[in-house]
């Protein structure tokens, strides 16, 4: 059993420096992002969504914790109603590596799911990189799905044959 408990201005710093980095790294790993600008770029969306830190409304930020108290990681999702009815996007929900595969993550994304659902939220939606596999395999585990795929191939990558004939209509 676990429990989330609301970050605190230390703890979101602490986090912050660990993520903007971290970010910023997994954008130019995946050729999104040039190196000389990953930080800035990182740091700057991480100012936009979190305009006044653990105070943004709609921003949910916890920590992560055992059923003995322990901290096993971090969440952070933002109920928004853009559609007209309430949704949610999670931005961040990591285990520390210590404390993986031993259910932690679905949890907490069970006990999101169970809170946003009192507010109405009918969807819950996130991002994950796709060198990301372990996370993806949890997600679909958990119920979630595509909703759209962006694929891209590197040409300067070495070992990568081009592939032939004609694409399939």
């Known amino acids: 059993m676990i429990r989330l408990q ?20 997994d954008h130019v790993r995946d050729g999104q ?3 000389g600008e990953a930080l800035e770029r990182s740091r700057e ?16 930020l916890y920590t992560i914790h055992d059923a003995h108290g322990g901290r096993v990681g ?6 928004r109603t853009e559609t007209g009815r309430p949704q949610v996007f999670v931005f961040w929900i990591g285990i520390d ?9 679905s949890e907490a994304l069970g006990l999101v799911e169970a809170a946003v659902r009192q507010r109405g939220a009918d969807r819950i939606a996130l991002h994950v990189f ?5 996370a993806q395999a ?3 585990r958990l119920g979630y799905a595509p909703t759209n795929v962006l694929l891209a191939k590197r040409l300067d990558a070495p070992g990568v044959a081009a592939t032939r004939g004609s694409p399939r209509p």
């Open 6 to 25: 609301p970050m605190t201005s230390e703890e979101l710093e602490r986090y912050l420096a660990r993520s903007i980095p971290a970010y910023a790294a």
């Open 33 to 35: 992002w040039s190196e």
């Open 45 to 60: 969306e991480h100012r936009r969504r979190l305009p006044i830190g653990i105070a943004t409304p709609n921003h949910f």
């Open 74 to 79: 971090e969440l952070w999702y933002h109920l």
């Open 97 to 105: 590596a210590a404390h993986r595969r031993r259910g932690y993550g």
């Open 130 to 134: 796709g060198v990301n596999v372990a």
């Open 138 to 140: 949890l997600y679909a």
